[in-house]
Structure formats: C-alpha cells, structure tokens
C-alpha cells in the first residue's frame, strides 16, 4: 500500500527563518499530493496540493513541488511566523476510485517569537 | 454554507462496548470518508461512502462499520472496542469522489477513549 516518510519533529524556528519540511512516499500509480495543516485545538486545514509531476502548490508562502522522480513533496516557506505554529502533514491520493489521503505522522512546528 | 460537524465531541467507553460516532457533510457533499487518528500519529484511512454504498476500505477489522444516510450524514459504528480503540476520529466529506479536484474537508473530530 502508500505510504509517507515524513520529517521527524519537532522543529522549532525563529519567526522569519527558513522552514523546510521534507516528505517522501511511495504509492501505486500517479498519486495527487497533499500538505494539510492542523492548528492547535482546530481541525485539519487542506494547506496546498499538485496533482502532476512538476506541478508547484503554494498557499500562504507555503509551497511544495512535486517531484515524481525522487518521490518528494517538500514543504518550504521562507520566512515563518508565530502563527505558522501547527502540526504539517503530507499525504497521497490514490487507490482505485476511493482517492484515500494516506498521511505522514505530522511534524510539529514550533515558531518563537 | 456549514461545514462538517461531528458528534460527540468526546466520549468515554470500557472494553467490549459498542459506540456509535456521527457526521454531518458540508452542505452538497454527497462523499464521507473516515479517519482514525491515534495520539501523535496522522490520521488513517477507514472506509469512504459516496452516494450510500461504502467505496473503500482501510486495513481495519469488519467490527468497524458505517453508514451514509440519504441526507449524506453518516456514522461509524465500533463494536467490541479495545484499548487501541482510543483516538481522535475525523470525517471528512467532499463533493464527489474525493481526489485531486474535490478537496476533503474534515470536522473537528469525536475523542473517544476507552478503558
């Protein structure tokens, strides 16, 4: 079945550093890919996607590539602040008609001020 | 327009007991899937229902079984529940299939825990 390697967390940034998160998965056909972000005591928030190899997804200044030859979808921001504060998580979407998330487990950002 | 909304918020069940756990789509989404997510872990697929009939399943045991209704509400029922049972569990509803074009949006989830 997928499955999602995901940056172990947590990580703590200075607001306005860099932020790179990586992500890597294997799944069966030509998955969409998916960043979801859940905030402290909130539900998960879909953060962008990319449907084809190459496509770049960005919201928020987030943004990930997808890259179907290594198998990555990396999330990078480059300049982080307090309210980026969240658990991340990187997921595929495939299977046969049901288009299932497969999710990573999450890596938690902290930003200090 | 309403979002996805589940109920209980939390609840509390002893081993072998049965629960039942509520969604209600966002307006016009005729798809629900479910999650399973244990603490500190990313949310696992369970089944999905699209238009009533369930359309995928995830590696979980027949005692997890659901429901979509016909104003596209659903449940997840849980019988026999174990210790790993306990975890937040989400529902997630979209327009049609979900996939690259129908985004999926999740409730806030039901907490169960069971002793």
């Known amino acids: 079945g997928d499955s999602v390697t995901q940056m172990e967390g947590p990580v703590t940034l200075s607001e306005e550093a860099f932020l790179t998160i990586n992500c890597t998965y294997t799944a069966t056909g030509y998955p969409s890919l998916f960043w979801y972000v859940q905030y402290p005591g909130e539900g998960l928030q879909l953060l962008l996607k990319a449907t084809k190899a190459d496509d770049k997804g960005s919201n928020k200044g987030f943004e990930a590539t997808y890259r179907k030859e290594t198998t990555s979808f990396h999330l990078e921001k480059g300049s982080v602040q307090v309210s980026d504060s969240a658990v991340y998580f990187c997921?595929?979407?495939?299977?046969?008609?049901?288009?299932?998330?497969?999710f990573g487990k999450g890596t938690k950002l902290s930003v200090i001020p | 327009e309403t979002g996805v909304t589940q109920s209980p918020t939390h609840l509390i069940k002893t081993r072998g007991q049965q629960v039942t756990l509520r969604c209600s789509s966002q307006s016009g989404h005729n798809t629900v899937s479910w999650y399973q997510q244990a603490l500190g872990q990313g949310p696992q697929f369970i089944f999905q229902?699209?238009?009533?009939?369930?359309?995928g399943r995830g590696n979980f045991p027949p005692r997890f079984s659901g429901l979509q209704f016909p104003n596209y509400s659903s449940e997840l029922n849980v019988n026999a529940l174990e210790l790993d049972d306990s975890a937040l569990y989400l529902c997630?509803?979209?327009?049609?299939?979900?996939?690259?074009?129908?985004?999926?949006?999740f409730g806030p989830g039901t907490r169960l825990t069971v002793l």
């Open positions: 229902y699209y238009r009533e009939e369930e359309n």
């Open positions: 997630a509803s979209s327009l049609g299939l979900a996939g690259a074009f129908n985004e999926q949006f």
């Open positions: 997921a595929p979407s495939s299977g046969a008609g049901s288009y299932q998330l497969t």
